[in-house]
C-alpha cells in the first residue's frame, strides 16, 4: 500500500519536529544549568559549614582556655553559657556535612560533653564558690584536645582552598552516585583523623544528661534478680494479655539494658525481663469505635491491672485521652513520699476497658528500697521560697528525678496564679533551691505539665 503525503503537510510535520527539538533542546540545556547551578550552591552551602564549624570550634577553644583560668563563679556561668551555645552551633554545622556512613560518635560526644560539663561545674561552683584541681584539669585536657580539633579543620580549610579535597565527590558519594566508596570520600575530607584523635579521651562523670554514666547506669530492680526460664516468662505475658498460655507465641528475645523474652498474640505483643520476670512493655492494636467509660472507671481497670502484675502502692497522677484511650501516669507511693522516678504509664480503651499499653521500663531502672531522711529545709521555710504571686493549694514530700540518673527529695507546691493557673513547684527539701517548675495542662482531653 503506498501512503502519499501532501508536500505541505510534509512541511507541517518537519517544522513540528524542528520546534519539537528546539524546545527539547532548550529544556535540557535549562535543566543542565539549572543543575549546574544548584551543585554550585550545595558545594558554596558546604565550604560555609565547614567555615562555620571551624569558627564555633576556634571559639569552644577560646572559651575553654578562659575557663582554665577564671576565679569567680559569675564568670565561670558566663564563659560556661557562652561554651554550651557554641556546642550546639558546632553540632548542627557537622550534621549538615556530607558524612555519608562515616561515624562520628566520638565527634559529637566531645561536642556534647564539654558545654555540658561546663554547665556543671558551673553550677556546683556557684554553691561552693570555686572549681577544684581535678576539675581544672579536666577543663584544661579539653581545651587540649578542641586546639587539635582547631588544627585539623584548619587544614581540611587549606587543602580545600588549594584543591587538594574536591568537596564535589564527596557530594556524588553523598547522593549515592559512588555507592560504597561514600564513607571513603566522606573520610577524605579529614574528619576519619579527627574522629581517630580521640584516643585517650578522658571519662567524664558529672551531673549532667551527657555525662559517661550515663551510658551505663544500673536496672535497680534487675540487679540482684534471678533469671526466671522461658515458660515462666510466658504464663507472666499470658497474665498480662489476659488469654490462654497456648495462645502466646515466642518473638524471640530483646538484647537492651533490660534483657527480656518478647512474646505475642494475634493483635498484642509483650515484654517480659528474664531477670525477675517483669512485664516491661505491653502494645495492643484494639478498635477504639467510642467511649463507654468515664476516666474514674479507666483509672480503676488500670489499678486492678497493677495489682494482677504485683505493682503496689500506685498512685495516679496525670492522664491523656487520645483516640478513645485513657492513658494514666502512675508513680510509686514510698508511706507519705510520692516517687516520680517510679513511674508506669497504662492505656486504657474507653470503649471496652481493655488495657491496650502499658509500660514499667522507668519503674524497674529506678524503683528500689531508699532510706528517706527527713527533711532539712521544714514546710514552712520551702514555702518562703515560693514566688510571692502564687497561692499554695497544696503540698506533700517527693521525689523527683534529674537529667543525670539522680534522685532529688523535694517539696512539692500545687499553686495558683494570679490569673488562674494552676502550677506545681519543687523545692529542695535539703537546701531549699527550687528546682523545678510545671505548668499544669487541664482540658477535656486529661490533666498534664509543661
Known amino acids: 500500500m503506498h501512503i502519499c503525503i501532501k508536500r505541505r503537510t510534509f512541511i507541517r510535520i518537519l517544522c513540528f ?12 540545556g535549562l535543566s543542565v544549568q539549572h543543575a549546574g547551578y544548584y551543585s554550585h550552591a550545595l558545594e558554596y552551602s558546604y565550604v560555609s559549614a565547614i567555615n562555620d564549624l571551624s569558627s564555633s570550634l576556634s571559639n ?28 550546639g552551633f558546632a553540632k548542627q554545622r557537622l550534621a549538615t556535612l556530607p558524612l555519608g556512613e562515616l561515624n562520628l560518635e566520638n565527634t559529637f560526644r566531645f561536642l556534647s560533653q564539654a558545654g555540658d560539663y561546663a554547665i556543671s561545674i558551673a553550677k556546683k561552683a556557684d554553691e561552693t564558690g570555686e572549681i577544684s584541681d581535678e576539675e581544672a584539669q579536666t577543663l584544661t585536657q579539653l581545651h587540649e584536645y578542641s586546639l587539635t580539633l582547631c588544627q585539623q579543620l584548619e587544614d581540611l580549610q587549606t587543602d580545600i582552598d588549594a584543591g587538594a579535597v574536591s568537596l564535589s565527590s564527596v557530594m556524588r558519594a553523598f547522593y549515592n552516585e559512588l555507592g560504597a566508596d561514600a564513607s571513603a570520600s566522606a573520610a577524605d575530607l579529614g574528619f576519619s583523623e579527627i574522629e581517630q ?39 507472666t505475658a ?43 512493655y505491653l502494645l495492643a492494636q484494639e478498635t477504639q469505635n467510642g467511649r463507654n467509660l468515664s476516666v474514674e472507671q479507666a483509672i480503676s481497670q ?29 508513680a510509686y507511693l514510698d508511706g507519705e513520699v510520692l516517687c516520680y522516678p517510679d ?11 481493655k488495657v491496650v499499653s502499658f509500660d514499667a521500663r522507668n519503674y524497674i531502672q529506678n524503683h528500689t528500697s531508699r532510706l528517706l531522711a527527713l527533711p532539712q529545709i521544714s514546710l514552712e521555710q520551702a514555702r518562703q521560697m515560693l514566688s510571692s504571686r502564687l497561692s499554695v493549694l497544696s503540698c506533700r514530700q517527693c521525689i523527683i528525678p534529674t537529667n ?14 494570679a490569673q488562674g493557673q494552676k502550677v506545681l513547684t519543687y523545692i529542695n527539701a535539703k537546701t531549699g533551691d527550687e528546682e523545678q517548675v510545671f505548668i499544669v495542662i487541664e482540658d477535656e482531653n486529661g490533666i498534664m505539665t509543661k
Open 17 to 28: 519536529g524542528a520546534a519539537l527539538v528546539l524546545v527539547l533542546a532548550v529544556g535540557w
Open 60 to 87: 569552644i577553644s577560646f572559651a575553654l582556655q578562659k575557663l582554665t583560668v577564671t576565679s569567680t563563679p559569675q564568670q565561670l556561668s558566663t564563659l560556661s553559657a557562652n561554651l554550651w551555645r557554641e556546642t
Open 197 to 235: 584523635g580521640f584516643e585517650g579521651f578522658p571519662t567524664l562523670i558529672y551531673d549532667g544528661p551527657f555525662s559517661d554514666h550515663m551510658q551505663n547506669l544500673p536496672v535497680k530492680m534487675l540487679e540482684n534478680a534471678e533469671e526466671i526460664p522461658w515458660e515462666q516468662a510466658r504464663q
Open 238 to 280: 499470658a497474665l498480662a494479655l489476659s488469654c490462654q498460655v497456648s495462645d502466646i507465641l515466642s518473638q524471640g528475645e530483646e538484647n537492651s539494658s533490660m534483657p527480656a523474652y518478647v512474646f505475642s498474640t494475634q493483635n498484642a505483643s509483650v515484654s517480659v525481663t528474664k531477670q525477675g520476670g517483669y512485664v516491661t
Open 302 to 330: 488500670a489499678q486492678q491491672f497493677l495489682q494482677a502484675l504485683g505493682y503496689a502502692n500506685m498512685e495516679e497522677n496525670y492522664y491523656e485521652i487520645k483516640n478513645n484511650v485513657c492513658t494514666i501516669n502512675f
Open 343 to 353: 513511674m508506669v504509664k497504662v492505656g486504657v480503651s474507653l470503649y471496652d476497658g
Open 404 to 417: 543525670f540518673g539522680s534522685e532529688i527529695f523535694c517539696w512539692e507546691f500545687l499553686c495558683q496564679s
